[in-house]
């Protein structure tokens, strides 16, 4: 069973910066790709980046292209989502998952956090 926990949310104005963190259990993090999702009040989920399993093959939404940046750190089990330039329309809770071995989908997902921008 792999468990993911994300954390680094909170309350931030508007143009502002954070950057969460996704720990992962297990010896395997390495051999698979990961991605990063959000979900807004009243909406539905929407990806917002993934990264390959190697970390040099990343993807982005467009909304969120050029203001965040997706990155792996192998050795700590962990993937990040540096996210500057924060706009109001950013807030949402973000999930990460794991992408499926097959690269169909994803398998596991975190509980989420809280991201909340100001205007």
């Known amino acids: 069973q792999v468990q993911l926990v994300e954390s680094g949310g909170g309350l931030v104005q508007a143009g502002g910066s954070l950057r969460l963190s996704c720990a992962a259990s297990?010896?395997?993090?390495?051999?698979?790709?990961m991605g990063w999702f959000r979900q807004a009040p009243g909406k539905e989920r929407e990806f917002v980046a993934d990264?390959?399993?190697?970390?040099?093959?990343?993807s982005y939404a467009n909304s969120v292209k050029g203001r965040f940046a997706v990155s792996r750190d192998n050795a700590k089990n962990t993937v990040y989502l540096q996210m500057n330039s924060l706009k109001f329309e950013d807030t949402a809770v973000y999930y990460c998952?794991?992408?499926?071995?097959?690269?169909?989908?994803?398998?596991?997902w975190g509980q989420g956090t809280q991201v909340t921008v100001s205007s």
């Open positions: 998952a794991r992408v499926r071995q097959s690269g169909l989908g994803y398998d596991y």
């Open positions: 297990g010896r395997t993090f390495s051999s698979y790709a």
């Open positions: 990264i390959s399993a190697s970390g040099d093959i990343t």
